[in-house]
């Protein structure tokens, strides 16, 4: 398929595990997003990537969350120490960038975690 | 955080009437956008407005802006039971090819058959 793809589609852990959710962009998309929604609200940014680089991570909450894209396409958000409040669907997006203004971000399906 | 907020949280209508969903914000922005979410399903782009348009047309769909009042609106006509979905605005502020898009809290519309 050529949309976003996250996988797994749902995990289910127990509190103070580690986690590692993991995002297949679009190909050729250069930009990647991550972003948590709670049930009832909308999506809230993490971090974004450029490239292989983070460059705004001023969304993730506290130092146990982490991301990474080591070849600037597959992005693995990694959670330490997993508490209940992180349980959310954790969406990624994607886009390429443009020469001027805003390009459109096409989403993937989200990871739903759930922390016992 | 969230940056809009939108009004009403949920609308529920008959098939073929007309759905009204407004969005306030609270920070200057570069473009507004609106998408749906069907339940179990990602996020779908819609429209997006540019901070110096009025007004947009897409389909059925179609968007206002109103920056000094930091409001907009998502009109739906001639609604249809699969316009059934959580609809969010999201404002964009950056520059370049990168600008930090931040997600209103979503209106959750019914459209009854």
């Known amino acids: 398929g050529a949309g976003v793809s996250q996988t797994p589609s749902n995990k289910v852990t127990e509190k103070g595990k580690y986690v590692e959710l993991r995002c297949d962009p679009i190909s050729g998309h250069t930009a990647l997003y991550w972003y948590r929604q709670s049930l009832g609200q909308g999506p809230e940014f993490l971090i974004y990537f450029q490239g292989t680089g983070a460059a705004d991570d001023s969304g993730l909450p506290n130092d146990r969350f982490f991301a990474v894209r080591p070849e600037g396409s597959v992005s693995t958000l990694k959670i330490q120490r997993t508490e209940r409040g992180d349980s959310a669907v954790y969406l990624c997006a994607s886009s390429s960038i443009g020469v001027v203004g805003y390009n459109e971000q096409f989403f993937g399906p989200g990871t739903r975690l759930t922390v016992l | 955080s969230q940056q809009g907020e939108e009004d009403p949280q949920a609308l529920s209508i008959q098939e073929g009437e007309n759905a009204t969903m407004n969005c306030s914000y609270k920070t200057s922005i570069n473009n507004l956008q609106w998408y749906r979410q069907n339940s179990g399903r990602g996020l779908v782009h819609l429209i997006l407005i540019r901070s110096n348009e009025r007004e947009k047309h897409s389909g059925r769909l179609r968007v206002t802006l109103d920056t000094s009042k930091k409001s907009s609106s998502l009109l739906i006509t001639a609604s249809r039971a699969a316009d059934t979905a959580s609809y969010f605005c999201?404002?964009?502020?950056?520059?370049?090819?990168?600008?930090?898009?931040?997600f209103g809290t979503g209106t959750k519309l019914q459209v009854i058959p």
């Open positions: 999201a404002t964009a502020l950056g520059a370049g090819g990168y600008q930090k898009v931040t």
